[in-house]
Structures are given as structure tokens and as C-alpha cells.
């Protein structure tokens, strides 16, 4: 079993700042992929940022580049999403989302946290 585990949302006014952390663990045997997605009320759930880790690269909605930075932490199986200049349409539950395998050459699995609540409000 594999639970991500987030923290860091809360109430920021416009022009704000936020660090959102989501910390995996359980029978992890690899990490093919960790990143963020966002769901507003009455949309879709998005992509905000992802890092593939098996190819090495990030990847940034249109919405958030230059506002928003991931990164990771791999010896503690830690992603993070620095939100600065913090609108209030990125107003949202935010999903941390990691796809692992959890023993060698078996599937990889998609997971996700249970969502932490972002509102941008002044």
C-alpha cells in the first residue's frame, strides 16, 4: 500500500504565497512520476505540475509558469509546489498524484493524496 500525505494549503490573500508538501510512503519500490493537480468547484480536475522522474523532466500548466515551482526531495519520496504571485482563480482543492510500482518489474499504479484545500481571497 502507498499513501500520499499533503500539507500546506490554506487561505492566502491575492499576490500570496504558498508551499504545498506531499510526502509518500508504504511499499514504494520506484517512482516513475510525482506532481500536483488542482480541482475548482464545477471543473475538471487539471494538471498544475508534474516531475517524470524516469525521463527527467518538468512540466508546467500554462496557468502557473513562472509562479509556480516544483521540486523534489528523493531521499524522503517529497514533492513540493512553491505557489507565489497566488491569483484568486488558483482557488482549489489541490491533489498531490504520484504514479510508483511497488516491486520490481510490476505495474505502475496511480495514486493520490487526499487534497488540500487552496483559496486565494482578500
Known amino acids: 500500500q502507498v499513501q500520499l500525505v499533503e500539507s500546506g494549503g490554506g487561505l492566502v490573500q491575492p499576490g500570496g504565497s504558498l508551499r504545498l508538501s506531499c510526502a509518500a510512503s508504504g511499499s514504494i519500490f ?13 471543473k475538471q480536475r487539471e494538471l498544475v505540475a508534474n516531475i517524470i ?10 496557468f502557473v509558469k513562472g509562479r509556480f515551482t516544483i521540486s523534489r526531495d528523493n531521499a524522503k519520496n517529497t514533492v513540493y ?6 491569483k484568486p482563480e488558483d482557488t482549489a482543492v489541490y491533489y498531490c498524484n ?19 484545500q487552496v483559496t486565494v481571497s482578500s
Do not use: E, K
Request: neutral net charge; charged residues 5%.
Open 81 to 86: 509546489l512553491q505557489m507565489n504571485s497566488l
Open 53 to 62: 522522474t524516469s525521463v527527467g523532466t518538468i512540466n508546467y500548466a500554462d
Open 30 to 42: 520506484s517512482i516513475n512520476a510525482m506532481g500536483w493537480y488542482r480541482q475548482a468547484p464545477g
Open 98 to 116: 504520484g504514479v510508483m510500482t511497488t516491486a520490481w518489474g510490476g505495474p505502475s499504479f496511480n495514486y493520490w493524496g487526499q487534497g488540500t
